[in-house]
């Protein structure tokens, strides 16, 4: 709008859009892909236009209704950030040539996008932001602090600049537990990310010595601990077995979603299938429920009706072509108690006939496997992204990705090259890809029949098991640090706390 400014004070106007998609998304050698998020239902890609200097239009060749929900999601929020009056002069379109030379020299690069790319960055101290606070002080400098816009472009109720806060500073722990226990000592001021729910009842206890309140926002987890089989295995029998259906529903039932509850995660949270959290607009109580009670003769029944008949000694299922059915279950432990989780569900699937071996691995490396997922049995991630769930709908079609780990790398690298790469998947994995490029061009009217239909079938199909979710995610704010607000949705899909009005948390002085 009229009067909005960058951080540096220069005017934030439609010309920096226009350089966003002129010089950046259309510019093949810093974006050899078109971003996926403006390309329309048929795969065509969308255009920016300039209205007037305060508006500007987003042009696409089919009907995108969906785009407004997806242009408000994490995966477009880049475009607010990239100044066109700062980083032109790392463009060879409009910075001389000579000099961009020299100054990628001096740089240290080879190419002009790598120095593009080191500029266009939140730990260049120099570029100018929007945001509330602008980093200051960036790694390797630690700690990380960010200072006040003076520029920032909104104000509260009663006409005071916002944000209240004049700085802000990002302590740097190398593990989680470290985090925990200067959560628990009372030393941080807000802190909910990598606060882990095992620790729930030391929080309590210590909260006040440590002058801190203990918080529960809702978490938009449909699952925490959620099971990725691997339908596209590099093995053709471990491939076959996970693309069968009822094979994913005897494992679901072989889990005791109840113990595992209890056991790792405290009681906190419910037992439950994959599935969108309550809070959705598209939540049905089946979907929860679905394929999640633990019923071992129900499992046993559906194994030996697959074909899984025989045994070795010890009982475990031997595969069709006679060797060992052995399941490794790969996670990094990050976000839950996965290590525990993931030995009680090791446990459970014994009952069954089913032999699983929990694999703990770093993270660079859980994500490294995950992304081809050829060699991949099975993976662990978290469930988030099920309050708004269209915007990014990873959990509701077989996906590829790294973290999380892929289910189907293959059928979906086919359905994003429009059937020019990867593998042709099933019809119901192709139906649940149309029908959501249809959702994706619905008007408002039919979007949610669309929705309806989309949940109904992810639910049916089973293609990701959930354990348990609706957890609370759990923080420590201190008690002078205010206006934190003591209900709200914590998903990544709503950058959190981004969604919470940070710009109006302010400390209380004594």
């Not at 998304?25 to 810093?30: A, F, R, T």
């Not at 236009?49 to 987003?58: P, Q």
């Not at 209704?65 to 002069?89: C, M, T, V």
């Not at 996906?399 to 790398?409: D, E, R, V, W």
Request: glycine content about 6%; aromatic content about 12%; overall charge negative.
């Amino acid at each position: 709008r009229e009067g909005m400014k960058w951080s540096d004070g220069e005017p934030f106007t439609a010309d920096d859009y226009l350089f966003v998609y002129e010089d950046i998304m259309s510019n093949e050698e810093l974006s050899p892909t078109f971003p996926s998020w403006m390309t329309d239902p048929n795969g065509d890609p969308g255009s920016i236009e300039k209205v007037d200097d305060y508006t500007i239009k987003f042009v696409f060749g089919t009907s995108f209704g969906l785009f407004e929900q997806i242009l408000a999601g994490p995966s477009a929020s880049w475009i607010n950030d990239r100044p066109k009056h700062y980083l032109s002069q790392f463009h060879p379109t409009y910075a001389n040539a000579d000099e961009l030379d020299a100054m990628v020299a001096e740089a240290g690069f080879d190419e002009w996008i790598q120095l593009f790319g080191d500029r266009a960055n939140w730990q260049n101290p120099e570029q100018p932001h929007i945001w509330p606070w602008v980093p200051t002080r960036v790694p390797p400098e630690i700690p990380i602090v960010a200072e006040r816009n003076p520029y920032y472009y909104k104000v509260d109720a009663e006409g005071n600049q916002l944000p209240y806060l004049d700085r802000i500073q990002f302590d740097v722990v190398e593990r989680a537990d470290l985090l925990n226990l200067k959560a628990v000592a009372g030393e941080l001021d807000m802190q909910f990310r990598h606060i882990l729910w095992t620790n729930y009842p030391l929080f309590i206890e210590n909260s006040e010595a440590g002058d801190y309140r203990v918080m529960r926002w809702a978490l938009a987890e449909g699952s925490n601990c959620l099971l990725h089989p691997n339908m596209n295995h590099q093995d053709p029998v471990l491939r076959e077995l996970f693309q069968n259906k009822n094979f994913r529903i005897a494992l679901s039932h072989g889990i005791n979603r109840s113990q595992i509850n209890e056991l790792a995660y405290l009681g906190l949270g419910e037992p439950r299938q994959a599935s969108l959290i309550s809070q959705s607009a598209y939540f049905k109580e089946e979907y929860a429920s679905r394929y999640a009670d633990h019923d071992p003769d129900t499992a046993n029944q559906l194994l030996d009706e697959i074909g899984l008949t025989e045994r070795d000694g010890e009982g475990f299922r031997l595969r069709p072509d006679g060797e060992p059915l052995t399941i490794t279950i790969e996670y990094a432990p990050v976000f839950g108690p996965w290590a525990d989780a993931v030995q009680l569900v090791t446990d459970h699937w014994k009952e069954i006939g089913i032999r699983a071996i929990p694999k703990e691995e770093d993270r660079t490396l859980f994500s490294q496997r995950g992304d081809t997922g050829a060699e991949m049995d099975m993976g662990v991630w978290i469930m988030d992204r099920c309050l708004t769930p269209l915007i990014e709908p990873w959990y509701f079609f077989p996906f590829k990705g790294g973290t999380p780990p892929s289910t189907a790398a293959n059928w979906y690298t086919w359905y994003t090259s429009g059937g020019t790469e990867g593998e042709e998947p099933p019809a119901e994995v192709a139906a649940q890809y149309a029908l959501y490029d249809q959702i994706k061009g619905a008007s408002a009217t039919d979007l949610p029949a669309l929705a309806e239909e989309f949940f109904d079938r992810a639910s049916e199909e089973l293609w990701f098991i959930g354990t348990v979710g609706a957890l609370p995610h759990v923080g420590v704010v201190k008690n002078n640090f205010r206006n934190v607000p003591e209900e709200a949705v914590s998903d990544w899909l709503q950058q959190t706390p981004g969604n919470t009005n940070i710009e109006q948390y302010f400390k209380r002085q004594s």
